[in-house]
């Protein structure tokens, strides 16, 4: 049947899910090592969330499949993708536009 | 009619409909705790600056859950993988381990959240703050005046505004013992306490102005730890409750329809993962940074 | 869920054999579509109603404030105690009961909330979409019945919750259907909480409605229902389903957080410095107001296309088949409709104007506000041009759909100023802003759900409502509507602002000057007057409904008889079934063979062709 095909070379990759599994540890040992040094702390901050998102790639990617998956699936993520991005940049943006000379804090 | 394409794909999308159900409904998440992080970012970059707790939770068990929930996720995939090999006994054994996981981590996350609880800040007449966990409270009895009792209490409550005889019990606080230490300013509580420092300390209770335990009450910070973890755990344990039906229950399905089971865990895998994915995020956001 | 398969061609006995179970199974439990769309239906009918009576009460204090209550002043003081407090005149006399300002307050917010979530959007989404939308494109139900099933009952007791709250000690939620922080969050009210907890609900019913309907839309089209040969009410549904799915979610968070305000004693939305009736509350602080007001019009401004939508589609349906021609702009129509969902998602703060938003992110706003405005004139004028050249057939529902284009002509038209920032100033928060959202939904959208109704009653039920009944029906109702809500324009230029329990008597020019106050700019005895005028016309409307409610009840058993299954002679595929359709709507999966407005097509016997008409050799 069809979707015994479309699965078919994602059940032998075992190991490639091992794989993943071992990256996914060392990522969060890099990334807990990596918090107790000081590198600034805005790229403290940028370095975490990276290490964060190839973490969450990886997940999503290899272990939920979207790497093998269909065209409805990517553009349903691809517009949540836009709006949760949108939610956060505008609503940080309106809060933080002042007229000038504003006085914060 | 039967309704299709509950365990068939559709040809011209190659989904099955549960398929299509499950992303749909992992978008909406997505934008449930998209919106919650948006708002840490927002009452983070609007506190005042040195008002953000640093250091205030467990790095070690926050590791730990990580690890857990990775291994979950690992365990979740090859759950399925077994059942498209046809092996039912595989798919027990991964998700046993999967559900012990998610035991493991509501575990551990309830002793962290204990922990918050049993933190006090105690807010001193004389300015200064006392700061640490609690040990044990003696209380006097009001009703005889020279009557003292001692009692050990495991679990108090939320906060003491004042420190007169309430009605309830007719008991006033005679004294506080924690584990901790005494600042000058409240600022120098907001970064991680060394653990030499910390010692038995005990406070009178007329030298108690107010009393407050590090509930989502307390700051910004544990309102919006307490709600992001609060909000995950919930996942966790949903997830698990499904998962553990499934694992249960399925053997019936199983027989009848095994490609219609084999859907059902990939379905509820998926969400497994995604619980993961949200992890993944919140313990460097809330535990490194 | 099904489990075995028909084989059979006696599909109605079959079917009626499946469903069988007795009562509870087939009317209250039932997972049956058409079941559960006339369930969201009743419902919904019943809480327009009772969000109507509300709005009642409100206007009577208005044009009389403080003055008791006629008729059902004792029962409605019976019902909620001392906040309908006794009005006693100089003699001691008690002349009834009137309604004080928190009851007023609450009634406004509840209004809001009824008429919105409990009311409009169960009845044009989940009650017309259930039962169509699975008929539209040939399929036997929703892709997932049992969730329908739940997100009807999560919406009831939603619902349920909601209608509780007026009963409990403090009332219902009294701080707007917006429920700002931090009014909403130290109201001691339990009701507000009650609110809060019913809007989860319904939440979580939307956004399993919203997955049920994109899932169907997707994967259960019957063979040759390509995209592009849905009828528009579907691309309608499609578009609604994807913005309550993206946008509820971020509403549902704040509810969370606001929950967690007003029961764990945090501070999400409550400043430093935070003072309540002159002392510092005692709360850690460090919260935000405007966080809230994001995380709300994040979905309050979607909200309103999910109004819409769906309303606009039962409108290109009805004049399809009362022009007897194909919709003019089909592709335009469904691009307008997707480019309408996406832009909705970005243009929330035009109403946060006031809130000390900075110039480059209000022109931001304003901008994707003004371009949102094009595909929904695309649509508006779609529909429009679709009535040249046809033979327009004047019935009850096409009364209602005509009197929808220029009545959301000027619901829309009028949200311009409102969508201006500079205009806004002096626009925001007034009558203005009520007047230009009631046109849009009133006789906007509820204009298009009668004519759903009337339209689609003889497919439910099997026999047609009264025309003449309808057409009173139509008649009061717009003029009434329109009495209603123009003066409204009026006052708010005037500056009447809005939630005022006493409708603004103590900024009218009269008490200014009686007050020795010299303003320039109290409201005048004209636009005071105006209230009355209004709550006649309110009285009116609602009279105006009786005709319609006996007819939707009388015609079940006594209306006229349909003689065929399509008495339309519609084209779509839900007219294509017996009548009622059964469990399972088609004995085996129809094909599709054209798009979905065929009428009048030259050489063909008929001025209709349906869809699944197979084409001639």
Known sequence: ?105 | MEIPYTSQTRPDTGLYNAKVGIWLFLASEVMLFGALFSAYILLRVGAPPGTWPHGWLNVPLGTLNTLVLITSSITTVLAWVALKEKNFGKFKLFHAITLICALTFVGIKSFEYRDKFMHYEIQLADGQIADGHFESATYMDQTSTNHTEHIEHRFRGISYTSVTPSATNDYSLSSVTIHGHKVQAHMELMKHANHEEMKEVEIPGAAIKSMQNYGPWHNTYTAIYFTLTGLHALHVIGGALVIGYLWLLGGAMWKTDPERFTNRIEVSGLFWHFVDLVWIFLFPVLYLL | ?617
């Open chain 1, 1 to 105: 049947m069809s979707d015994h095909d479309s699965h078919a070379h994602e059940t032998h990759s075992i190991r490639g899910y091992l794989f993943v599994y071992f990256a996914l540890l060392a990522g969060t040992g890099f990334t807990v090592w990596a918090s107790y040094i000081d590198l600034g702390h805005h790229w403290n901050i940028v370095l975490a969330l990276v290490i964060a998102c190839v973490k969450a790639f990886l997940v999503a990617t290899y272990f939920m499949h979207l790497i093998s998956e269909k065209k409805m699936i990517y553009s349903v993520l691809a517009l949540t993708a836009f709006f949760f991005v949108g939610l956060m940049f505008l609503t940080l943006y309106s809060t933080h536009d002042f007229p000038a000379h504003t006085v914060t804090h």
């Open chain 3, 1 to 617: 869920m099904q489990v075995t398969t028909h084989a059979s061609s006696h599909a109605g006995a079959h079917e009626a054999h499946h469903e069988e179970g007795g009562f509870f199974r087939k009317y209250i439990f039932s997972t049956d579509h058409k079941v559960i769309g006339i369930q969201y239906g009743v419902t919904a009918l019943f809480f327009l109603l009772f969000g109507f009576s509300l709005m009642l009460m409100m206007r009577w204090q208005i044009a009389h404030p403080g003055q008791a209550l006629p008729f059902i002043g004792s029962l409605v003081h019976a019902l909620v105690g001392d906040t309908a407090p006794a009005v006693i005149d100089k003699a001691g006399h008690l002349l009834g009961y009137s309604i004080s300002a928190d009851l007023y307050n609450s009634f406004g917010a509840m209004h809001g909330t009824i008429m919105v979530f409990l009311g409009v959007v169960p009845l044009a989404f989940a009650a017309f979409g259930n039962y169509l939308v699975p008929l539209m494109i040939g399929a036997p139900d929703m892709a997932f019945p049992r969730v329908n099933m739940a997100s009807y009952q999560a919406y009831v007791l939603g619902g349920l919750i909601m209608l509780v709250s007026f009963f409990i000690p403090g009332g219902a939620a009294r701080a707007g259907w917006t429920s700002y922080s931090p009014l909403a969050t130290t109201i001691a009210t339990d009701g507000q909480t009650f609110w809060l907890i019913g809007m989860i609900f319904l939440i979580t019913s939307s956004l399993l409605g919203a997955v049920n309907f994109i899932v169907t839309i997707i994967q259960l089209r019957a063979p040759g229902m390509t995209w592009m040969r849905m009828p528009f009410f579907v691309w309608a549904q499609f578009v609604t389903s994807f913005i309550l799915l993206l946008a509820f979610p971020p509403l549902e968070a704040a509810g969370v957080m606001q929950f967690m305000d007003r029961v764990a004693g945090t501070s999400f939305f409550l400043p430093t410095g935070l003072a309540i009736g002159g002392k510092l509350a005692n709360i850690s602080g460090g919260g935000s107001p405007l966080l809230w007001q994001h995380l709300f019009w994040f979905l309050g401004h979607p909200e309103v296309y999910v109004l819409i939508l769906p309303a606009m589609g039962i409108v290109a349906e009805v004049i399809a088949n009362n022009t007897r021609k194909p919709i003019w702009g089909y592709k335009s129509l469904v691009y307008s409709a997707l480019a309408v969902g996406f832009l909705s998602f970005i243009v929330w703060a035009h109403h946060m104007y006031m809130t000390g938003m900075g110039q480059r992110v209000a022109t931001f706003f304003q901008t994707t506000t003004m371009i949102i405005s094009i595909p929904s004139v695309i649509i508006l004028t779609c529909l429009f041009i679709s009535l040249w050249g046809g033979s327009i057939r004047f019935n009850t529902p096409m009364l209602f759909v005509l009197a929808f284009l220029p009545m959301f002509g000027i619901g829309g038209l009028t949200g311009l100023p409102l969508g201006l920032s500079y205009a806004d100033l002096h626009l925001h928060d007034t009558y203005y802003v009520i007047a230009h959202f009631h046109y849009v939904v009133a006789p906007g959208t509820i204009f298009a759900l009668f004519a759903g109704v009337y339209y689609w009653y003889p497919k439910m039920t099997g026999r047609m409502m009264s025309e003449f009944w309808g057409k009173v029906h139509f008649w009061l109702s717009l003029i009434f509507m329109n009495m209603i809500f123009q003066p409204m324009f009026l006052q708010g230029m005037a500056g009447m602002l809005r939630r005022m329990a006493d409708g603004g008597a103590n900024y009218s020019a009269a008490h200014l000057n009686e007050m020795g106050v010299t303003a320039v700019g109290g409201l005048s005895p004209f636009i005071m007057s105006l209230h009355t005028w209004i709550l006649w016309s309110a009285v009116g409307l609602g009279l105006a409904q009786i005709p319609f409610i006996i007819n939707f009840f009388w015609s079940i058993k006594n209306g006229k008889k349909v003689e065929s299954d399509n008495p339309w002679h519609a084209t779509t595929l839900e007219w294509q079934t017996p009548t009622p359709p059964p469990h399972g709507n088609f004995a085996k999966a129809p094909t599709v063979y054209r798009g979905p407005y065929e009428y009048s097509a030259p050489g063909h016997a008929t001025d209709f062709t349906p869809q699944n008409e197979p084409p001639k050799k």
